[in-house]
């Protein structure tokens, strides 16, 4: 219930509003002068003030201006004997929500009082409505309804207004760029660059001179000189993706700009000092790199200042339908056709399925079925999944390409699924499985045992 702050210097008054809004379901605070009200208005956060105009000591329209300046948002109903409607005029112009002729009924105040709280309500709920539409759209390209991803955003808000380094870690296709991109543009640097270079995509003896530029003649078929990465980012943000694999005279040279913020061209002399936010990731864990000792532990401990880690999409399965949503309506304008959503059959696949290439691959299937649909719903018939659980051709490991163990396993979970039409008993026999071990691995993977069969 609201509280209420009474300054009234009659006693009786006062008794009488207290007794009359205390009926009504207020709490009441009373004050018979300016000074006590100023007091409690300090210990106490009432809800709205209503105060008389002629008081001893400090006048009413002196506390009113006080109030204001305190807390601009809080409703003051002024007070004012019949005859000095003036004064009830300037404390309007000072702030005052409304003001009550005296001598008023108490319903008459009662009227009042409820018509501003609800006003202030309206306000706040406006204003609550408004901040929340704003959060929603601030990453519009960006799906988190996962708890997980939700986590995600709310560190990149705290950690893009610093100049701290990020080391994003993410399976392949989780969204790494995208995550890098949102620490940019939600930083101070947003007007300045930003620039990638992914080592892997750079034969090594380039990978220097992409990084920090060379001087005209530095090596044979350097005609002219030309800048890096690094200073081309100045101002900006520096995105270094595939971190894990920059072999090991680059991860020295790396070291040193994060160290000192300085480094040199190639075949130059004059030191050069940039101003540049660093965003690392990787699709490896770098631990397991430097237990066996390709990656440096000392770079490792510069770039992992705040880890980012994005979870693979079959974590974090509730991402789906959004996810989905947005690339239909995405391709959809794309291919100008009318797609407005996804049957369930065809939605039941997408969720079931493993999806080792994460959201890019998510998005993949989306754009194929979306190019082979031919009405306003996407149907299993417009959904092909690349299966992975068979073996590749010219098969240089025995493990399908890009797959662990554990992901082939679930793999094959999911085939044993499809053959027995969803048939869990069926299924586990098709593993050599118990029904049980079956269930607990699907657990694992999260897929619900909501039915048994
Ligand atoms: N949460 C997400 N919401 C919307 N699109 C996403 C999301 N995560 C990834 N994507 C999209 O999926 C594709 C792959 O993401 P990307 O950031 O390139 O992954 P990574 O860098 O980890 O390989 C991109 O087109 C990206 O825009
Ligand atoms: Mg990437």
């Known amino acids: 219930m609201p509280t209420i702050l009474i300054v009234e210097d009659e006693a009786k008054m006062r008794r009488l509003l207290e007794l009359d809004l205390t009926e009504d379901g207020f709490t009441t605070i009373s004050a018979p002068d300016a000074e006590t009200a100023l007091k409690k208005l300090h210990e106490s956060t009432p809800d709205l003030v209503i105060t008389d105009l002629k008081l001893p000591g400090m006048s009413g329209l002196e506390f009113l201006e006080q109030v204001k300046r305190a807390n601009e948002a809080l409703p003051v109903i002024v007070m004012t004997a019949f005859g000095t409607v003036e004064t009830a005029v300037e404390a309007m112009k000072a702030g005052a929500s409304d003001y009550v002729l005296k001598p008023f009924s108490l319903a008459e105040m009662r009227l009042v009082v ?25 990453y519009p390209n960006v799906v988190a309804q996962s708890a997980k991803m939700q986590e995600v955003l709310s560190t990149v808000e705290r950690v893009a207004p610093t100049n701290a380094t990020v080391l994003l870690g993410g399976e392949s296709g989780a969204g790494k760029d995208l995550i890098a991109r949102c620490i940019h543009e939600k930083s101070r640097r947003a007007n300045g660059p930003f620039i990638k270079i992914n080592s892997t995509a750079i034969p090594e003896n380039l990978l220097e001179s992409e990084l920090f530029g060379y001087e005209k003649g530095a090596f044979t078929g350097a005609t002219s000189s030309k800048p890096g990465k690094f200073e081309l980012a100045d101002k900006g943000t520096l995105f270094l993706d595939e971190i894990g694999d920059v072999p090991p005279t680059i991860q020295v040279k790396l070291l040193r700009v994060l160290q000192e ?16 936010r660093l965003i690392a990731a990787t699709n490896r864990d770098l631990r397991e790199a430097l237990e066996q000792g390709t990656f440096r532990e000392d770079l490792y401990y510069r770039l992992n200042v705040v880890p980012i880690d994005i979870a693979p999409l079959r974590e974090r399965k509730e991402d789906i339908p959004a996810l989905v949503q947005l690339f239909l309506s995405r391709f959809a304008s794309e291919l100008n056709k009318e797609i407005t959503g996804i049957a369930p059959e065809a939605m039941r696949m997408l969720m079931e399925h493993y999806w080792p290439g994460n959201v890019r691959e998510l998005q993949n299937v989306i754009e194929r079925g979306s190019a082979l649909s031919s009405g306003p719903l996407l149907n299993s018939s417009d959904i092909r999944i690349e299966s992975r659980t068979r073996p590749a051709a010219a ?10 163990l554990e992901q082939w396993e679930d793999e094959m979970i999911h085939e044993a699924l499809r053959r027995a039409n969803g048939n869990k008993s069926q299924a586990a026999r098709l593993l050599g499985l118990s029904r049980n071990a079956l269930r607990y691995r699907l657990s694992k993977i999260g897929i619900a045992d909501e039915q048994e069969n």
């Open 261 to 276: 913020r300085e480094f040199e061209r190639l075949g130059g002399t004059k030191t050069l000092k940039v101003d540049v």
């Open 395 to 404: 098969g240089n490991g025995f493990l399908p390409e890009g797959l662990t």
């Open 114 to 138: 409820h018509k501003e709280l609800d006003v202030r309500h309206l306000r706040e709920e406006n204003r609550s409505l408004r901040e929340a539409l704003k959060k929603r759209h601030e």
